[in-house]
């Protein structure tokens, strides 16, 4: 079994999942990468992480809507660094309506991936971290997790019940040193962001300027995006022995958004 700890981000082939992968491979931990995309483009960016930070990077392309995929991805990841020390479970999607419109299967989707996802890869990942008595589980949430937007049941409804998730696995975890975390952005100009724009232009009536200026950075008192890398050194620092007393929390890091 290699000394170097071993880390397993779900849906990192873009975005928060992507920059979360790229801090914890160059702080030397081997990565599993997780998501979907173009082959050969996932593929690029497994082999630049790989030589940019000098450990082993495998991508595993298991789609996250079922949970036997979800415990697959776990058993995989352990099976080929032989420990799993460090889950995080990013990958999400949105869809913005006003709830009598909001199509049932995108509600599904919405609570497959962002939330019942969670639940798999822990279940799957829980009894080796209690066994070798280290586990680092981030759960990346949202400011949703904490208040509410209109058009956004699903994802609203889905990122407050993972706050909930991650307080009963930090108790659960808790004399095994698993520790169970959440961070909760507020607006990451990602893909996932640029996505609901046209959906929020539609909803509201607005154009693309009003729904960044007027929607999605109006709660956010900074007027800034935050940055990918501001979220990916937050999810490094708990993997740090400075937090190996945070255990179920949900830390915010959303320019103030939630303190209002
Ligand atoms: P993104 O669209 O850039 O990345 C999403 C990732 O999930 C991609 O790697 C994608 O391939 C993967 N994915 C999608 N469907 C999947 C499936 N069925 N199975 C496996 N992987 C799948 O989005 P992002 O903004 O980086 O979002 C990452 C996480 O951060 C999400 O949970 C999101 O809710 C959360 N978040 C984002 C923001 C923001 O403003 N961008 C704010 C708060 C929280």
Redo the contacts with the bound molecule.
């Keep these: 079994m290699s000394d170097s700890k071993a880390a397993l981000v779900?849906?990192?082939?873009?975005?928060?999942?992507?920059?979360i992968a790229t801090a914890l491979a160059k702080a030397g931990m081997n990565v599993t990468l997780?998501?979907?995309?173009d082959a050969a483009e996932i593929e690029k960016t497994r082999a630049a992480l790989e030589r940019e930070a000098g450990v082993t990077v495998r991508y595993d392309?298991?789609?996250?809507?079922q949970a036997e995929?979800c415990a697959g991805l776990v058993e995989a990841a352990v099976g080929a660094f032989g420990r799993l020390d460090v889950l995080v479970?990013?990958?999400?999607?949105?869809f913005v309506s006003p709830i009598e419109d909001f199509p049932v299967e995108k509600y599904n989707?919405i609570i497959a991936?962002?939330l019942s996802?969670a639940f798999h890869t822990i279940s799957a990942a829980m009894r080796g971290m209690k066994e070798r008595k280290y586990g680092r589980i981030i759960n990346?949430?949202?400011?949703?997790g904490h208040v509410a937007s209109p058009f956004k049941s699903a994802?609203v409804a889905a990122?407050h019940g993972i706050i909930g998730l991650t307080k009963t696995v930090a108790l659960e975890g808790a004399t095994f040193n698993v520790r169970c975390n959440a961070i909760?952005?507020?607006?990451?100009?990602?893909?996932?962001?640029e996505?609901q724009i046209p959906d929020t232009m539609k909803a509201r009536g607005m154009t693309r300027e009003q729904v960044i200026n007027d929607v999605l950075l109006a709660a956010q008192p900074t007027k800034e995006?935050?940055k990918?890398e501001q979220?990916a050194g937050l999810a490094l620092f708990l993997t740090t022995p400075a937090a190996d007393e945070i255990n179920g929390a949900a830390l915010n890091i959303d320019g103030g958004w939630t303190a209002q």
């Excluded at 779900?10 to 920059?19: A, D, F, K």
């Excluded at 479970?89 to 949105?94: M, R, V």
């Excluded at 990346?140 to 949703?144: D, E, F, K, Q, V």
């Design positions: 779900t849906g990192s082939t873009s975005g928060i999942g992507l920059g997780n998501g979907l995309g392309g298991a789609n996250l809507m995929a479970n990013n990958a999400g999607i949105q989707a991936l962002n996802s990346i949430a949202s400011a949703h994802y990122k909760s952005p507020g607006y990451v100009l990602t893909s996932l962001v996505g995006f935050v990918v979220v």
